[in-house]
């Protein structure tokens, strides 16, 4: 009883709302008219979708189709557009749209960048749009007056219809109610002709597809033919582009929307049934102008095509500014402050833009050729706007609570339908349209990178939902698989300068597809000091392309504090692999350092301990130096991989050296000049194992390591394996002198692998 209710109360019977006004509180607005549903929604809508499609091609289609095939074609168009404005008319009644209607909702709902790329196109076929229609309205203007100069009517016609948006949209919706009227009256004229019952043609429910014998063209079928008629069904947006100006859009959108489309599928309908007994197929196909030709009063059937291209126009003067004036407040178009403003409760800027355009599309005379683009635009929305029901309706979020709740078969044949619909109308345009929405979509995305986009966009949700899905198949196995591994760092903090200090040497670890874990540790300073200053930290790293994420820990001792972090930790999602250490001054701490070292190897963590030089630092950051050993027995280096820290000295330094682009060398000390064969043989299949390139350079050198790093020119950074069992620190400390370089020393956790 629920849903009945919640039905009814979406698809109410559209009433003439009277308009109030309120005061627009943005700066250079005043006074705005809000619109009711049947001013700012039906009207428009209706009107648009009663376009001369239904004048002068539905006679064509069933002659072409015979009866019962142009009732499936129209059939079909409509109920891909009645999915689609029942997807749209449930997204209205689920969230606040704001101004710039099918923009606003993609923006609302997948992020800015989808919405800008969807946007931008759309808002490009109104100004393209109202010229077409301008050069509909022209053709009959001529057919009346033939001695005219056609380029001063379609300027005369322009001027007119741009100086009653321009002067406000309570006008343009005004002007509307005389078109509909003419429409009306048309309508009656066509339904009220005898030819029905003069005639007395048989009906002719399958047609042969001729084509057009009054043109030469011959031969078509029936996709082809639905691919003419579909175009007539794509004007449901002309309503939800006032979202911004309506009273209630929630209510107003739903209502307008549904009952546009219900009536106006009752009249093509019944306007196909009508052409089918007043004329043969042959008759239906050849004439264009049967319905006008066999009306009671043609001139009325004349006068009601006239208007519907008006009205169209008028529509595209009047939605498409308020798609730009909203992107223009989202700041993704060039000179958006401007395109933004609202002068007298209207966007005086972006109307004249739209002008602007929409002079230069009609000085271009001739845009058949581009015409399938505007219907591929139209349909890359409609696709959108299902998407937005699919993903919302399956993610399962408490926020999609819309009052007029459609199944998700509805949004998936919304979907399908319109992806089918644009590739059977023109492949090559769909092609084109795809690119340029996805080249917007990347050139969006670099637009607003480290801005603060939309908070109310449900990515992330579908970003957790993936991730929830992804965690639930792996096993524990997979998790630790050596294949996999990536770093994911880490990071106790006690002092953000310290984490500054170490902040370039964490990204160039993290980096591309590692991920940083800051773990605040509250010993020293308050939390409430602390965490803030973290998050910026953290949010610097994400807007450098590092996944990092923080959290605090509240414990006055630092060791445990990190031991309870990294063993808390071990279930997350992106568990850590890799704790990250500066080399810390001697003493206590030290003994503290080793302590959170073995805790963390028992944990099958492995540790990196970072040694900076106390004047070089890094360098240039170009030359790496690591440091290899064989394996307890042999120079085998199968022996090696399986002992020490041999994984984790090659995965990083090879990690670097790719981030640095400069110079890697593998080396090894030897004691003896005879094992110089061993170790260069040791070393060329550490290369061969670990899939090295062979401009990677290799070193053997004898004596001891002091002496070996004495003998090097100094490095930008070395990496060295640590004793496992007892970390000495102080030879850590007296290797970053004797390197004259910052240093890792490393543990492997067993988890990872080089080969």
Not at 226 to 235: E, I, L, R, S, Y
Not at 247 to 252: E, F
Not at 480 to 500: G, Q, Y
Request: charged fraction near 15%.
């Amino acid at each position: 009883m629920a849903d009945d209710q919640t039905t009814s109360a979406a698809t109410a019977e559209p009433t003439a709302t009277e308009t109030t006004t309120t005061t627009e509180a943005k700066s250079g607005a005043a006074t705005m008219t809000r619109f009711g549903t049947f001013t700012g929604v039906f009207t428009p809508t209706l009107l648009t979708i009663l376009g001369v499609i239904m004048y002068v091609r539905i006679g064509w289609v069933v002659g072409n189709a015979g009866l019962a095939g142009a009732l499936l074609i129209l059939g079909l168009g409509i109920l891909i557009t009645m999915c689609t404005g029942l997807s749209l008319s449930s997204i209205a009644t689920n969230t606040r749209i704001g101004p710039g209607g099918p923009y606003a909702i993609m923006n609302k709902s997948l992020g800015l960048e989808v919405g800008g790329s969807i946007g931008i196109p759309l808002y490009l076929t109104r100004p393209l749009g109202v010229a077409m229609y301008i050069f509909g309205f022209r053709e009959g203007v001529m057919w009346i007056l033939p001695g005219l100069s056609p380029l001063a009517v379609d300027l005369g016609i322009f001027a007119l219809l741009f100086g009653i948006a321009y002067k406000s949209a309570d006008l343009a919706f005004k002007t509307q109610y005389a078109i509909m009227v003419a429409i009306v009256l048309s309508l009656v004229s066509i339904f009220a002709s005898p030819a029905p019952f003069v005639e007395e043609t048989p009906i002719q429910w399958w047609g042969t597809y001729p084509g057009e014998p009054e043109t030469g063209f011959r031969g078509s079928s029936f996709w082809m033919v639905f691919a003419v008629f579909f175009p007539a069904t794509t004007g449901i947006l002309a309503g939800a582009n006032m979202s911004g100006d309506l009273k209630d859009p929630r209510r107003a959108i739903p209502q307008g929307t549904i009952w546009a489309i219900a009536i106006s599928t009752v009249i093509y309908f019944a306007i196909a049934v009508w052409a089918a007994n007043t004329g043969s197929l042959e008759e239906l196909a050849g004439n264009y102008n049967h319905v006008i030709d066999n009306s009671l009063f043609p001139p009325l059937v004349l006068a009601g095509l006239l208007g519907a291209t008006a009205s169209s126009a008028l529509a595209g003067l009047v939605g498409g500014p308020r798609i730009l004036m909203a992107m223009g407040q989202n700041g993704i178009i060039p000179y958006s402050k401007e395109m933004a403003k609202i002068e007298g409760g209207e966007p005086r800027n972006a109307l004249a833009l739209t002008g602007i355009l929409t002079l230069a599309a009609i000085m271009l005379r001739d845009l058949n050729a581009i015409a399938p683009l505007v219907t591929m635009f139209f349909l890359i929305t409609y696709c959108m706007i299902n998407v937005v029901v699919l993903v919302e309706g399956s993610l399962g979020l408490v926020s999609y609570r819309p009052t007029l709740k459609v199944p998700l078969l509805v949004p998936a044949f919304g979907l399908t339908g319109c992806l089918f619909s644009m590739f059977i109308i023109n492949p090559t345009f769909s092609l084109i349209s795809v690119g340029v929405v996805i080249a917007l979509y990347f050139f969006i995305q670099r637009k607003t990178r480290g801005k603060v986009l939309a908070k109310e966009d449900v990515r992330s949700s579908i970003f957790v939902a993936f991730a929830e899905w992804a965690a639930a198949k792996i096993t524990p196995e997979d998790a630790n698989n050596v294949r996999a591994w990536k770093p994911h760092v880490l990071v106790p903090v006690e002092d953000i300068e310290i984490l500054r200090g170490n902040y370039p040497t964490l990204l160039d670890l993290a980096q591309p597809e590692g991920t940083i874990k800051l773990l605040g540790i509250a010993s020293e300073q308050p939390a409430s000091a602390l965490a803030p200053r973290l998050e910026r930290v953290g949010r610097a790293m994400r807007e450098q392309g590092v996944l990092a994420s923080w959290s605090m820990v509240r414990l006055r001792d630092r060791k445990t504090a990190v031991v309870v972090g990294l063993e808390a930790l071990q279930g997350a999602f992106f568990r850590p692999n890799l704790l990250f250490l500066r080399l810390p001054e001697a003493g206590e701490v030290r003994e503290d350092a080793c302590d959170v070292m073995r805790a963390a190897l028992a944990n099958r963590v492995g540790v990196v301990l970072f040694g900076a030089h106390p004047t070089a630092n890094l360098g240039r950051r170009r030359d790496i130096h690591l440091w290899v050993r064989p394996g307890r027995d042999s120079w085998e280096a199968n022996d090696a991989f399986g002992s020490g820290n041999l994984n984790l000295i090659l995965l990083l330094g090879y990690r670097l050296w790719r981030l640095w682009g400069g110079r890697l060398t593998l080396i090894t000390v030897i004691r003896d000049g005879e094992e110089a064969g061993p170790a260069r043989a040791f070393l060329d299949e550490l290369c061969d194992l670990a899939r090295f390139p062979s401009r990677v350079e290799r070193r053997v050198i004898e004596g001891d390591l002091a002496t070996a790093l004495e003998s090097l020119p100094a490095p930008d950074l070395s990496v060295f394996g640590l004793q496992r069992d007892t970390p000495d620190l102080n030879w850590a400390e007296r290797t970053i002198h004797d390197s004259r370089s910052s240093c890792l020393f490393v543990l492997d956790s067993g988890r990872e692998s080089a080969r």
